[in-house]
């Protein structure tokens, strides 16, 4: 069956950097353009950055340009959110999401000092 699973999540001061990792399984995922989300508490579910199943394309929330970077290994199945220079205003449960429709778990970030 198809799974997601987020890892990399946890707790970093303002300025500071993580990385998300998605391991995904039980579809051909190089022909699956893929995404991060965030919902904090309280809020809606938004899109953070997508990627095309090649990798050749990237699309992020303007809340997050130049400080977030969407990557993709098609040949380890793993989709990455490089997270830099984070705010408070990061702080979120993170999931993975298929363009096909599946969802990961979820992985808290928060940020404060």
């Known amino acids: 069956q198809v799974q997601l699973v987020e890892s990399g999540g946890g707790l970093v001061q303002p300025g500071g950097s993580l990385r998300l990792s998605c391991a995904a399984s039980?579809?051909?995922?190089?022909?699956?353009?893929m995404s991060w989300y965030r919902q904090a508490p309280g809020k809606e579910r938004e899109l953070v950055a997508a990627?095309?199943?090649?990798?050749?394309?990237?699309n992020y929330a303007d809340s997050v340009k130049g400080r977030f970077t969407i990557s993709r290994d098609n040949a380890k199945n793993m989709v990455y959110l490089q997270m830099n220079s984070l705010k408070p205003e990061d702080t979120a449960v993170y999931y993975c999401?298929?363009?096909?429709?599946?969802w990961g778990q979820g992985t808290q970030v928060t940020v404060s000092s």
């Open positions: 999401h298929a363009a096909s429709g599946s």
């Open positions: 039980g579809f051909t995922f190089s022909s699956v353009a």
């Open positions: 990627i095309t199943f090649s990798g050749g394309s990237t």
